[in-house]
T-cell receptor, first 112, second 110 residues
Framework: DTGVSQDPRHKITKRGQNVTFRCDPISEHNRLYWYRQTLGQGPEFLTYFQNEAQLEKSRLLSDRFSAERPKGSFSTLEIQRTEQGDSAMYLC??????????FGDGTRLSIL | KQEVTQIPAALSVPEGENLVLNCSFTDSAIYNLQWFRQDPGKGLTSLLLIQSSQREQTSGRLNASLDKSSGRSTLYIAASQPGDSATYLCASDSWGKFQFGAGTQVVVTP
């Protein structure tokens, strides 16, 4: 069990650029979740996958956001045309339902 | 829409005291409720998960209770230690819809 891995740990980009984050879940976990967290707040749910199927998607996930989990293993979260308000910590978690979620350390996104 | 509230937002106790952290939720139709710990700049560490059919879960010095009818969960930490200083968050799982509280920031002073 190597834990949930997220890459990169930090990303600084200019407004309007596209960014992509990667999450590698714990290998036997069938569920993968994406959250966004801003300072002083709890994580906000964005979306989750069961294997390769995207089962739930928050209204927070605008058209500029897309997530994939093509082979039911790693996942990517892409943000197009980034805006100042996208600055946050993006957290990934995985689980073997109905067991608890295990979180990665997140990708901190800063928009200049 | 589920709303999860944690009060107080911050708490400071001397070492050795018991901690009581509260979590309330508006929709009792939950699948489970989970408690997490978060250290600064880090992800979340799962502490306890209570299924909707359960009333409590225990792990070491930690005990979490769940009362769906009143929409409340409580996390008890016995004999607090400085290493327990962190932010504690609860989260409800309503069959694929996950909602976190804003957390309670705990400081345990030596």
């Amino acid at each position: 069990d190597t834990g949930v891995s997220q890459d990169p740990r930090h990303k600084i980009t200019k407004r309007g650029q596209n960014v992509t984050f990667r999450c590698d879940p714990i290998s036997e976990h069938n569920r993968l979740y994406w959250y966004r967290q801003t300072l002083g707040q709890g994580p906000e749910f964005l979306t989750y996958f069961q294997n390769e199927a995207q089962l739930e998607k928050s209204r927070l996930l605008s058209d500029r956001f897309s997530a994939e989990r093509p082979k039911g293993s790693f996942s990517t979260l892409e943000i197009q045309r980034t805006e100042q308000g996208d600055s946050a910590m993006y957290l990934c978690a995985s689980s073997l339902a109905p067991q608890p979620q295990h979180f990665g350390d997140g990708t901190r996104l800063s928009i200049l | 829409k589920q709303e999860v509230t944690q009060i107080p937002a911050a708490l400071s106790v001397p070492e050795g005291e018991n901690l009581v952290l509260n979590c309330s939720f508006t929709d009792s139709a939950i699948y489970n409720l989970q408690w997490f710990r978060q250290d600064p700049g880090k992800g979340l560490t799962s502490l306890l998960l209570i299924q909707s059919s359960q009333r409590e879960q225990t792990s070491g010095r930690l005990n979490a209770s769940l009362d769906k009818s009143s929409g409340r969960s409580t996390l008890y930490i016995a004999a607090s230690q400085p290493g327990d200083s962190a932010t504690y968050l609860c989260a409800s799982d309503s069959w694929g819809k996950f909602q976190f509280g804003a957390g309670t920031q705990v400081v345990v002073t030596p």
